[in-house]
């Protein structure tokens, strides 16, 4: 049972930055097999696409919200898949989810949580004016 961890949120003022950590606990899940997306869920609206990355071609995509602002980020020795944010509004006030992709075929340029499983808890992010 493949088990994602995720941390680093938290209450940051706008125009101000924080990484996030998506981690695999407790058992043989690697970041560089296995895709790794980032979604994030505001109150209110849908889960949405915000950043993922490829395992066998480390092949990126951002939605057009975070493009130039966000950076998702793989660790291999430390079996993380980071994203950093910067410059950040309080439109980017979400709960924070990471999730895989076991066939690594479904980070496209529309950033779909479809087809993604294995979803952790989440991390608040909070952005105030």
């Known amino acids: 049972q493949v088990q994602l961890v995720e941390s680093g949120g938290g209450t940051v003022q706008s125009g101000g930055s924080l990484t996030l950590a998506c981690t695999p606990a407790?058992?043989?899940?690697?970041?560089?097999?296995?895709?790794i997306g980032w979604f994030r869920q505001a109150p209110g609206k849908e889960r949405g696409g915000v950043a993922c990355?490829?395992?066998?071609?480390?092949?990126?995509n951002y939605a057009d919200s975070v493009k130039g602002r966000f950076t998702i980020i793989r660790d291999f020795t430390k079996n993380t898949v980071s994203l950093q944010m910067q410059r950040l509004t309080p439109e980017d006030t979400a709960v924070y989810y990471c999730?895989?992709?076991?066939?690594?075929?479904?980070?496209?340029?529309?950033?779909?949580?479809?087809?993604?499983?294995?979803w952790g808890r989440g991390t608040q992010v909070t952005v105030s004016p």
């Open positions: 999730a895989t992709d076991l066939y690594d075929n479904y980070c496209t340029s529309a950033v779909s949580p479809e087809k993604y499983t294995y």
């Open positions: 407790g058992s043989d899940f690697t970041v560089d097999f296995y895709g």
């Open positions: 990355v490829r395992a066998r071609t480390g092949i990126k």
